[in-house]
């Protein structure tokens, strides 16, 4: 069963899915079933009482399952301070009440709470603990000594190879966003797997124990032998797919846990002055299969390794240790790392969602305190101290190659995240069972075990059951039940199903989200029907904010109830806030509009699309002096509501000029592109003044800096009917970024309409030279030789 695991959790995409850890988890209740049972008839435990790895493993899932328990608001506000000035500022001390609800029937904000800032999360993690955990004990209880290591190196020697051979088919179809060639991914993918580093980590798993085989078969037939030619070749393939990968981790972790088993290992095998000599001839043989398989992007990716070029994750880890100290004790929770850096992120960074400190001993930290973060480092040290202890009290080197592998994934968890997919989890933790079973053989005689002890451990086992078997089947469920709710297109199918999946997973903050969402849409679908009826296509273009006013059927106020609800799980998502606010009219008892936008300010203060919701509110209760304010800051962060906005204003009694100084930065391009969506009329007086506006603050800044900003500025004056000027600065930035083709395009077209045709030729000329499958330039060139010839005679005449 554990070689079962082992072999085939790559490959539904790592087991990342909670169909996939459904039937895993059902795998590790059967295999520690089997344990129990035989530790109670044989009554032995293999030191297992005294395995450093075991009690590290039940501290981490015991810390984790408290994050979760609710306790006195007095006692987290010192273990978890932060976490409880979230509570008392971003929920409100009376809920909020719609129509007909009763004030007692609505449960009121508690005074116990989690340590934890994301609980559900935390679960999740905590049952994901406890099976690892379970999956351990009952593997020492059944692997015994460790005999059956030689058929978990041949399992993995033959796993290794199908998932390079996968891998490198994929690479070389070029279908490498497309996962067996039929499942999309949002980027790209290498193998079953939807990110290249967890291919990696997978494979060096797989790596270790092959090498460990080759010298086995090296040290027991020689070098020559088929067996150890063969194995040598699938290591080559699969460092070569590791490479490919463009994993760059990957590739210097598996090289220096090489070069530490060549140091650790060559005075204890025979034959160890060829040991380094072999270590080379994997290289070559490496380098041979990547110069036949690779190619440049591959190549020029891992030259950014020794050219210093390579990703510099410094400013990633410093915002990162910015939790360690606002979350020193009890961390942020298991999992709460994604909310909690996007809480506390500085607003240049944007709303991107970072799903990972890229350093899992750093994440460890920030999520579980110092506490966890200590045990992750002694069951690292733990698990590696077994691995050695094994192979120095043996001299196997099938224990060399455990050592290879974990070795491995601890070096390269220092800059990627892996150790969390769950097939690199369950891989890992079946090598370490097998290294701390042989480790040990070398302990002494260990004394009978107490009469209470097996019983005391059962039930250890079963309270793990139970916390790693009920978190995973009401994910099972509820997800089962999301999934029902996507394919669904009928509203009513849809809300049923998201119903459904909460009550399995009643803290799901994202299903309230859809709920609320979708009673949201419901009404401004049936409001804007309305809207149609009485003022026909010109509803079309009001915006959604403006239809929240009437809510004949009552979605309104299921969508307050969701985003209440949604509210009271997490806090720190802007979102039920700013749904909260915009649809306050409907509620009987709430606090001001200004608090609850102030909220989804406070935790998204570094996302554009929570200010431009924000400005949206304001602007529907006519409060335009804060509407412009929140639109500022949207714009600042970025551009991309520029053209909603300006939608706003042209519906707005606000001037433009109060617009351009109260809502617009200090930059004459985004003034420029927001002429666009302010004047639908060429025609109009103020349209010529803006323009004039942007060409003369362009001016004021003539040090511009991009090929864009040149274009707008001649624009600006063309449309001021400045045109010589336009001339003079289309030609100031032709002379400033010579190889830009919509800037020469430009000039070369404003040069013909002054009758330059002489001077725009050599422009056409260039273009056509340097873009000679755009035919409509070699055109253009050869009309304005035509008419710089013609213009030369008539003047020649004169």
């Given at each position: 069963?554990l070689?079962?695991l082992?072999v ?59 994050q ?87 399992a ?13 088919i ?72 590791v ?75 410093q ?11 009890s ?71 455990c050592?290879v592998s ?31 079973s042989?480790?040990?053989n ?19 086992m079963?309270?793990l059951?139970?916390?790693?078997g ?6 099972y ?25 909460l009550?399995?997973?009643p803290?799901?903050?994202?299903s ?33 904010d ?33 749904r ?11 606090e ?16 554009p699309d929570?200010w ?10 006519a ?93 600006a004056?063309i ?24 800037l020469?395009e ?29 035919g ?23």
């Amino acid at each position: 069963m554990l070689i079962g695991l082992f072999v085939l959790t790559p490959w539904p995409f790592g087991s990342a899915s909670p169909a996939s850890q459904f039937v895993v988890m059902l795998a590790i209740l059967a295999l520690a079933g089997w344990g129990a049972y035989v530790f109670w008839t044989t009554r032995q435990e293999f030191g297992l009482y005294r395995d450093p790895l075991a009690w590290c493993l039940l501290g981490l899932t015991a810390w984790t399952w408290c994050q979760t328990v609710p306790l006195p608001a007095s006692w987290v506000a010192v273990l978890n301070p932060q976490a409880a000035e979230w509570h008392a500022t971003l929920r409100p001390a009376q809920p909020e009440l719609t129509v007909g609800e009763i004030p007692e029937h609505v449960p009121r904000r508690s005074a116990w709470l989690p340590l934890s800032i994301a609980p559900l999360e935390t679960q999740r993690l905590g049952a994901q603990l406890a099976g690892i955990t379970l999956l351990y004990l009952g593997g020492r209880l059944l692997v015994g000594r460790g005999c059956h290591l030689r058929h978990l190196t041949w399992a993995a020697c033959g796993t290794g190879l199908l998932l390079s051979l996968t891998g490198i088919i994929q690479y070389l179809s070029g279908e490498q966003e497309r996962i067996y060639g039929h499942f999309a991914t949002d980027g790209p993918s290498f193998g079953p797997f939807v990110n290249k580093n967890h291919f990696a980590f997978q494979i060096e798993l797989m790596f270790g124990l092959s090498f460990g085989l080759w010298l086995a078969e090296w040290r027991r037939h020689g070098w020559r032998s088929p067996v150890a030619v063969g194995v040598f070749f699938f290591l080559g393939l699969m460092l070569s797919a590791v490479v490919l990968s463009q994993s760059r981790g990957g590739v210097l972790a598996l090289s220096a846990s090489l070069l530490l088993s060549a140091l650790l290992g060559a005075s204890r095998l025979p034959h160890h002055r060829t040991l380094w000599g072999g270590v080379i001839l994997l290289m070559i043989a490496s380098a041979a299969w990547l110069l036949w398989l690779g190619n440049e992007a591959v190549l020029t990716r891992l030259a950014t390794l020794w050219r210093g070029e390579a990703d510099n994750r410094t400013s990633l880890w410093q915002n990162a240790w910015r939790l360690v100290a606002l979350f020193p004790l009890s961390g942020t929770g298991g999992g709460g790392y994604t909310i909690a850096e996007l809480v506390t992120r500085p607003r240049h960074l944007g709303p991107i969602l970072s799903t990972t400190a890229h350093n899992e001993y750093l994440e460890a930290w920030i999520e579980g305190g110092i506490l966890r973060g200590v045990a992750t480092l002694l069951l690292v040290f733990f698990t590696l101290r077994h691995a050695l202890r094994a192979y120095r009290s043996e001299g196997e080197a099938l224990s060399l190659g455990c050592f290879v592998s974990l070795t491995a994934v601890a070096l390269h968890s220092i800059v990627d995240a892996g150790i969390h997919v769950p097939s690199v989890a369950l891989g890992a933790t079946i090598l370490a069972t097998f290294a701390a079973s042989r480790a040990s053989n070398a302990q002494p005689a260990q004394p009978p075990i107490k009469r209470w002890s097996p019983c005391c451990f059962l039930v250890l086992m079963g309270i793990l059951a139970l916390a790693v078997g009920l978190p995973l089947h009401w994910d099972y469920r509820a997800d089962k039940w999301q999934q029902r709710a996507a394919a669904t297109l009928s509203f009513d199918e849809a809300t049923h199903c998201l119903e459904q999946a909460l009550r399995w997973r009643p803290r799901d903050f994202e299903s309230w989200e859809q709920l609320a969402a979708l009673h949201l849409q419901r009404g401004i679908d049936i409001s804007r029907i309305g809207h149609w009826v009485v003022a026909g296509p010109a509803a079309a273009l009001l915006p959604a904010d403006l239809m929240t006013l009437s809510d004949s059927a009552g979605h309104f106020q299921a969508a307050l109830r969701a985003s209440r609800a949604a509210c009271d799980a997490q806090p720190l998502w802007p979102g039920p806030h700013l749904r909260i606010a915009a649809l306050l009219r409907h509620a009987q008892q709430a606090e001001n509009i200004t608090v609850y936008l102030t909220r989804a300010q406070t935790v998204g203060h570094a996302d554009p699309d929570v200010w431009f919701a924000c400005g949206q509110v304001w602007a529907a209760s006519a409060n335009w002096t804060a509407a412009l304010h929140c639109w500022k800051e949207s714009l600042v962060r970025s551009p991309r509501h520029l053209p909603s906005i300006c939608r706003w204003i042209a519906m707005s009694p606000v001037p433009l000029d109060h617009f351009r100084q109260h809502a617009l930065p200090d930059d004459p391009l985004l003034w420029y592109q927001a002429a666009k969506y302010l004047f639908l009329r060429t025609d109009s007086p103020q349209r010529q003044q803006w323009y004039s506006l942007v060409a003369e603050r362009f001016a004021q800044n003539p040090s511009t800096t991009e090929p864009l900003a040149f274009r707008a500025w001649a624009d600006a004056l063309i449309q001021c009917s400045r045109y010589l000027q336009s001339l003079e600065v289309l030609q100031h930035g032709v002379q400033q970024f010579p190889h830009d083709r919509l800037l020469r395009e430009m000039f070369a077209i404003q040069l013909e309409l002054e009758d330059r045709f002489a001077e725009a030729r050599i422009h056409w000329e260039w273009l056509a030279e340097h873009y000679p499958d755009h035919g409509p330039y070699a055109r253009r060139a050869a009309a304005a030789r035509r008419a710089a010839t013609l213009q030369q005679v008539i003047g020649s005449q004169r």
